[in-house]
């Protein structure tokens, strides 16, 4: 491992994420709202910590092995957790504590959304512009854009993308550089997103509210400038226009980029994944509908609908927007939609949770397990779309969903034992962990009044959800550090 | 450059990782062992496609559409030419290179002619390699020996050893010793680094020294650089494979030439084939065998065989038993690092000597040949110069007025027939060829740039 070039990398991209406290600067100048100070004095931080660490070691050259990139990926992200937090700290409003700030910091990045400050539509626009603008930057990721704008990382790059992204399968490279890759995918995610403002503002959002909710739309990410999400708007055109762009925000941007290329719709239905995950969507808008509508919670099926559909999107890809009180919805739906975020989008998406793909790949191998009862020895290879997947990707997958029930069940277990009920405990850690946001009982609104130590617990859920579990637990094995 | 390479066996991997180093180059590798290629991808910035590299899906994967170049290098001829010639009619992709091993295929140009295959550029590293060594054995002593203007130039490197008249002497007395002959030193590795030749450079015993001279002035060089040697008249060559049983008939009409393969049925065929040559059926690490047959009296012992391991454990058993100089093939860079200098005189790398081929085309503008050096860390590059004083930072000026990049010498001009080996007041004049030595090929692109202003660029 070289430490040296971890610490160059690492100064490097935290000195690029300094820039980032520039555009709030710039909504404070042109509302006046009088909060430019937070985020000049961010830069300043964030900017000198950077050059900090990368001047002393700015000649080093080496190539970045795959160990480095995990340990790239797992400290930047702890870092960006500070250094976001760093603004939030220094503004007199909201007043936050160093606990609180990290935790909205990084449930801004890892696009959870949870939040844990309580009168939103009082604050200054700059500080509610920068939370919606780290969602963004967290979607698809800092990481990728320093990889896609700084290709001397060359090869290294490719290690930290690696350990990145998130999904079973990593070796689909869309051009040979990896450079290119990344730059595609933000393209890609720009495009997105100008597309989403856009559909805002015809929906009649007013030109800030349209980008700062198109920010955390293609992101799945939730946050919003106001305390009651996207019911603020109370439009059905604002639902439609979120329920399209948080569906395709969680679907793989890799393939949205084979359709743009090829210009080729066709190409969606091809993909398994994609597939899977649309007619999953469907099919739980449509019991959602009808449970709404048959217990008479709504009185009109197309009401019914348009709550549903946005509700069922919101925590499929677990974004967390909110336009009803889901929970507080009959029966089993307040549970369901909590469980369905574990599914969550499709890997190369912005979603956290396991991923479509891992689900699909696990059901498959539930059906041969079946098939090999009667036939003990029939050979049934696992194939997605005729292709057959490999036993280590399969063993990899069943070893995902094992780890990540574990640390499922010790954090709700931790979450209780800081004296949330159990309600509040396992949907906390499945809003968390999932990077959803909103859970149910008591962090349906807000996680302001949990115990510190139980957001902490959060936090860490936050980051483990978005770096899928192992690139954050593999820091804490021995095999890592063994030379 | 887009540039796809079909099949990822040794040469095939070599061409991917000389080539993704390059930030110009985007690589694509096709093949249809997915092990390999992952392992691949872990390692070098490239995208890689599983498949078999002829069929048309398999190549529209992997971008053929846009490429600007195919290198085929599978094992198989065929495949190669085929997939140049779908790479032609379905893609239109501009420069197609196939590796042909057959000399029956590439022996007939008509093949290859409008209406025939489409394959731009054949290579054959066999045949490469069995030139190189070749001229190995005629230069005794060499360790690299590289033609350019078809030959009229020349790039030697070689040990300088204790008998020789300039070691142990500054280089500029080189003057006095052999004042009719012009040679340049392009470079001099001491120790494994590289040192800027200067006119008051000492040359040490153990410096391995390469310079730029006419051909017919080399000898008299490397005489300066260690005692004279005879020419080599009795060559012992190990293995009849495609390489040995190549050297065997290029060499059998001035060389004693004893060819020992392992296989008696190919060892059998060869014989059948070859005049003058000596084939023995028998293993070449047998000692009793190379004992019989006067290895001791061998003035060049070469192991040729498929496998590198045997290659390097004959000629080391070759050496200890009197073989005035042995060499040995050895596809692992590692390996040769690790072998040459030592008991062995010179590990020859099929893949070096193959790259440099693949480089010729893949570079921007105007490059006439390129030969790769030092496992690839170096690189000796000829180029035509284009422009003219005013589009060009080179045409019309001295040389000693050109800023080269670091680590780079600028050995020799080709002028039409002339040979003007490079001094500090030569002026340099369009269409020139010129024969530059790059320590650092990291600076390949810089020097492109330098040599080809106002040319067109691909």
Same mark, same amino acid.
């Given at each position: 491992m070289h430490l040296s070039m971890v610490q160059r990398?690492?100064?490097?991209?935290?000195?690029?994420?300094?820039?980032?406290?520039?555009?709030?600067?710039?909504?404070?100048?042109?509302?006046?709202?009088?909060?430019?100070? !937070?985020?000049?004095?961010?830069?300043?931080?964030?900017?000198?910590?950077?050059?900090?660490?990368?001047?002393?070691?700015?000649?080093?050259?080496?190539?970045?092995?795959?160990?480095?990139?995990?340990?790239?990926?797992?400290?930047?992200? /702890?870092?960006?957790?500070?250094?976001?937090?760093?603004?939030?700290?220094?503004?007199?409003?909201?007043?936050?504590?160093?606990?609180?700030?990290?935790?909205?910091?990084?449930?801004?990045?890892?696009?959870?959304?949870?939040?844990?400050?309580?009168?939103?539509?009082?604050?200054?626009?700059?500080?509610?512009?920068?939370?919606?603008?780290?969602?963004?930057?967290?979607?698809?990721?800092?990481?990728?854009?320093?990889?896609?704008?700084? !290709?001397?990382?060359?090869?290294?790059?490719?290690?930290?993308?690696?350990?990145?992204? #998130?999904?079973?399968?990593?070796?689909?490279?869309?051009?040979?550089?990896?450079?290119?890759?990344?730059?595609?995918?933000?393209?890609?995610?720009?495009?997105?997103?100008?597309?989403?403002?856009?559909?805002?503002?015809?929906?009649?959002?007013?030109?800030?509210?349209?980008?700062?909710?198109?920010?955390?739309?293609?992101?799945?990410?939730?946050?919003? =400038?106001?305390?009651?999400?996207?019911?603020?708007?109370?439009?059905?055109?604002?639902?439609?226009?979120?329920? /399209?762009?948080?569906?395709?925000?969680?679907?793989?941007?890799?393939?949205?980029?084979?359709?743009?290329?090829?210009?080729?719709?066709?190409?969606?239905?091809?993909?398994?994944?994609?597939?899977?995950?649309?007619?999953?969507?469907?099919?739980?808008?449509?019991?959602?509908?009808?449970?709404?509508?048959?217990?008479?919670?709504?009185?009109? =099926?197309?009401?019914?609908?348009?709550?549903?559909?946005?509700?069922?999107?919101?925590?499929?890809?677990?974004?967390?927007?909110?336009?009803?009180?889901?929970?507080?919805?009959?029966?089993?739906?307040?549970?369901?939609?909590?469980?369905?975020?574990?599914?969550?989008?499709?890997?190369?998406?912005?979603?956290?949770?396991?991923?479509?793909?891992?689900?699909?790949?696990?059901?498959?191998?539930?059906?041969?397990?079946?098939?090999?009862?009667?036939? #003990?020895?029939?050979?049934?290879?696992?194939?997605?779309?005729?292709?057959?997947? =490999?036993?280590?990707?399969?063993?990899?997958?069943?070893?995902?969903?094992?780890?990540?029930?574990?640390?499922?069940?010790?954090?709700?277990?931790?979450?209780?034992?800081?004296?949330?009920?159990?309600?509040?405990?396992?949907?906390?850690?499945?809003?968390?962990?999932?990077?959803?946001?909103?859970?149910?009982?008591?962090?349906?609104?807000?996680?302001?009044?949990?115990?510190?130590?139980?957001?902490?617990?959060?936090?860490?859920?936050?980051?483990?959800?978005?770096?899928?579990?192992?690139?954050?637990?593999?820091?804490?094995? !021995?095999?890592?550090?063994?030379? | 450059m887009k540039i796809i390479i079909l099949g990822a066996g040794q040469v095939g991997r070599t061409a991917a990782y000389q080539l993704s180093r390059e930030q110009a180059n985007a690589i694509t590798v096709v093949d249809t062992n997915d092990e390999i290629l992952r392992d691949l991808q872990d390692r070098l910035d490239i995208r890689t496609v599983v498949g078999n590299a002829g069929h048309p899906a398999i190549l529209e994967a992997a971008g053929c559409e846009t490429a600007d170049m195919i290198v085929a290098l599978t094992n198989s001829d065929e495949v190669n030419m085929i997939a140049c010639q779908v790479a032609h009619s379905l893609f239109g992709t501009p420069t197609k290179i196939a590796r042909i091993r057959s000399s029956d295929y590439s022996l007939r140009p008509q093949l290859f002619e409008e209406g025939g295959l489409h394959v731009d550029v054949m290579i054959s590293p066999e045949q490469l390699v069995t030139d190189n060594v070749g001229r190995l054995i005629r230069y005794p002593g060499a360790l690299q020996v590289l033609d350019f203007a078809d030959g009229r130039v020349r790039l030697i490197g070689m040990r300088a050893v204790k008998g020789g008249q300039l070691v142990g002497h500054q280089l500029l007395e080189l003057r006095d010793h052999i004042p009719n002959r012009d040679v340049r030193v392009a470079a001099i590795y001491r120790r494994g680094r590289s040192i800027k030749p200067e006119g008051d450079t000492v040359i040490e015993e153990g410096d391995e020294v390469f310079f730029i001279a006419a051909r017919d002035d080399i000898r008299s060089m490397m005489k300066e650089l260690r005692t004279e040697e005879d020419p080599v008249k009795r060559v012992v060559i190990a293995g009849a494979g495609n390489i040995g049983f190549r050297l065997a008939r290029a060499l059998e009409e001035t060389n004693q030439v004893k060819l020992i393969e392992r296989d008696p049925r190919r060892a059998r065929r060869a014989a059948e084939i070859l005049s003058r040559t000596l084939v023995l059926s028998g293993d070449a690490a047998d000692e009793e065998l190379l004992l019989e047959e006067n290895i001791d009296d061998a003035d060049v012992f070469v192991s040729l065989t498929n496998a590198e391991e045997a290659n390097i454990l004959s000629a080391m058993l070759a050496k200890r038993l009197g073989a005035h100089r042995v060499m040995a093939l050895i596809n692992r860079p590692a390996y040769a690092e690790l072998i040459e200098g030592g008991t062995i005189d010179v590990a020859i790398s099929p893949q070096t000597i193959t790259i440099g081929a693949l480089l010729e085309h893949v570079r921007r503008g105007d490059v006439v040949r390129v030969h790769s050096l030092r496992r690839g860390a170096a690189e000796a590059i000829e180029a035509i110069v284009h422009g003219d004083s005013r589009s060009s930072p080179v045409v019309g000026r001295t040389i000693e007025d050109i800023v080269l990049p670091p680590g780079t010498t600028l050995g020799a001009i080709v002028r039409g027939d002339e040979v003007i080996i490079a001094h500090h007041d030569t002026v340099i004049e369009a269409d020139d060829h010129v024969i530059l030595f790059l320590t650092d090929r990291r600076h390949v692109e810089a020097v492109g740039r330098l040599f080809q202003a106002g040319a067109r660029l691909r």
């Amino acid at each position: 491992m070289h430490l040296s070039m971890v610490q160059r990398i690492l100064g490097l991209m935290l000195a690029l994420f300094s820039l980032t406290m520039l555009p709030p600067v710039g909504v404070s100048l042109y509302y006046a709202d009088g909060h430019w100070y !937070p985020f000049v004095g961010a830069f300043v931080v964030v900017g000198v910590v950077g050059a900090a660490l990368y001047l002393p070691v700015r000649k080093v050259r080496r190539d970045l092995r795959l160990r480095d990139g995990f340990l790239i990926v797992a400290l930047f992200w /702890v870092g960006l957790g500070l250094a976001g937090a760093t603004p939030l700290l220094i503004s007199d409003v909201p007043a936050l504590s160093f606990t609180d700030a990290v935790f909205e910091a990084v449930s801004g990045f890892s696009t959870t959304g949870a939040t844990v400050i309580v009168g939103l539509d009082s604050l200054p626009r700059s500080i509610l512009y920068y939370r919606q603008q780290i969602q963004w930057l967290g979607g698809m990721s800092i990481i990728v854009l320093a990889v896609a704008l700084m !290709p001397m990382l060359g090869i290294g790059g490719m290690s930290l993308f690696k350990a990145e992204t #998130p999904g079973p399968v990593k070796d689909q490279k869309l051009t040979p550089r990896i450079a290119q890759t990344a730059r595609a995918l933000w393209g890609v995610y720009v495009m997105l997103t100008i597309a989403c403002a856009a559909g805002y503002l015809l929906a009649g959002m007013s030109p800030f509210d349209a980008i700062s909710h198109a920010f955390s739309t293609t992101s799945t990410g939730g946050f919003s =400038p106001y305390d009651a999400s996207l019911g603020h708007f109370d439009s059905a055109t604002v639902d439609a226009v979120a329920t /399209v762009f948080m569906f395709l925000g969680g679907a793989s941007f890799a393939l949205h980029f084979t359709v743009f290329r090829n210009r080729d719709p066709r190409l969606y239905w091809r993909d398994p994944e994609f597939t899977s995950y649309f007619w999953l969507v469907v099919t739980i808008i449509g019991i959602t509908t009808v449970y709404l509508w048959a217990t008479s919670h709504m009185d009109h =099926p197309l009401e019914s609908l348009r709550y549903a559909a946005l509700q069922v999107v919101s925590l499929h890809t677990g974004t967390g927007y909110v336009t009803h009180d889901f929970a507080n919805w009959p029966g089993a739906l307040p549970a369901m939609l909590m469980l369905i975020s574990f599914i969550s989008g499709c890997a190369g998406g912005t979603t956290g949770g396991m991923k479509v793909i891992r689900w699909l790949i696990v059901v498959k191998q539930a059906a041969v397990q079946f098939k090999h009862l009667v036939h #003990p020895n029939a050979q049934i290879p696992v194939k997605l779309s005729g292709r057959v997947v =490999p036993p280590q990707v399969i063993s990899a997958v069943a070893g995902f969903f094992a780890v990540y029930f574990v640390v499922f069940g010790i954090m709700m277990m931790l979450l209780m034992t800081f004296g949330l009920d159990q309600v509040t405990a396992w949907s906390a850690v499945a809003a968390t962990l999932n990077n959803v946001g909103p859970g149910l009982g008591d962090v349906f609104v807000s996680y302001r009044d949990i115990p510190d130590a139980a957001k902490w617990v959060c936090t860490v859920a936050m980051l483990a959800g978005r770096l899928e579990v192992f690139t954050l637990l593999l820091l804490f094995t !021995p095999d890592f550090w063994r030379k | 450059m887009k540039i796809i390479i079909l099949g990822a066996g040794q040469v095939g991997r070599t061409a991917a990782y000389q080539l993704s180093r390059e930030q110009a180059n985007a690589i694509t590798v096709v093949d249809t062992n997915d092990e390999i290629l992952r392992d691949l991808q872990d390692r070098l910035d490239i995208r890689t496609v599983v498949g078999n590299a002829g069929h048309p899906a398999i190549l529209e994967a992997a971008g053929c559409e846009t490429a600007d170049m195919i290198v085929a290098l599978t094992n198989s001829d065929e495949v190669n030419m085929i997939a140049c010639q779908v790479a032609h009619s379905l893609f239109g992709t501009p420069t197609k290179i196939a590796r042909i091993r057959s000399s029956d295929y590439s022996l007939r140009p008509q093949l290859f002619e409008e209406g025939g295959l489409h394959v731009d550029v054949m290579i054959s590293p066999e045949q490469l390699v069995t030139d190189n060594v070749g001229r190995l054995i005629r230069y005794p002593g060499a360790l690299q020996v590289l033609d350019f203007a078809d030959g009229r130039v020349r790039l030697i490197g070689m040990r300088a050893v204790k008998g020789g008249q300039l070691v142990g002497h500054q280089l500029l007395e080189l003057r006095d010793h052999i004042p009719n002959r012009d040679v340049r030193v392009a470079a001099i590795y001491r120790r494994g680094r590289s040192i800027k030749p200067e006119g008051d450079t000492v040359i040490e015993e153990g410096d391995e020294v390469f310079f730029i001279a006419a051909r017919d002035d080399i000898r008299s060089m490397m005489k300066e650089l260690r005692t004279e040697e005879d020419p080599v008249k009795r060559v012992v060559i190990a293995g009849a494979g495609n390489i040995g049983f190549r050297l065997a008939r290029a060499l059998e009409e001035t060389n004693q030439v004893k060819l020992i393969e392992r296989d008696p049925r190919r060892a059998r065929r060869a014989a059948e084939i070859l005049s003058r040559t000596l084939v023995l059926s028998g293993d070449a690490a047998d000692e009793e065998l190379l004992l019989e047959e006067n290895i001791d009296d061998a003035d060049v012992f070469v192991s040729l065989t498929n496998a590198e391991e045997a290659n390097i454990l004959s000629a080391m058993l070759a050496k200890r038993l009197g073989a005035h100089r042995v060499m040995a093939l050895i596809n692992r860079p590692a390996y040769a690092e690790l072998i040459e200098g030592g008991t062995i005189d010179v590990a020859i790398s099929p893949q070096t000597i193959t790259i440099g081929a693949l480089l010729e085309h893949v570079r921007r503008g105007d490059v006439v040949r390129v030969h790769s050096l030092r496992r690839g860390a170096a690189e000796a590059i000829e180029a035509i110069v284009h422009g003219d004083s005013r589009s060009s930072p080179v045409v019309g000026r001295t040389i000693e007025d050109i800023v080269l990049p670091p680590g780079t010498t600028l050995g020799a001009i080709v002028r039409g027939d002339e040979v003007i080996i490079a001094h500090h007041d030569t002026v340099i004049e369009a269409d020139d060829h010129v024969i530059l030595f790059l320590t650092d090929r990291r600076h390949v692109e810089a020097v492109g740039r330098l040599f080809q202003a106002g040319a067109r660029l691909r």
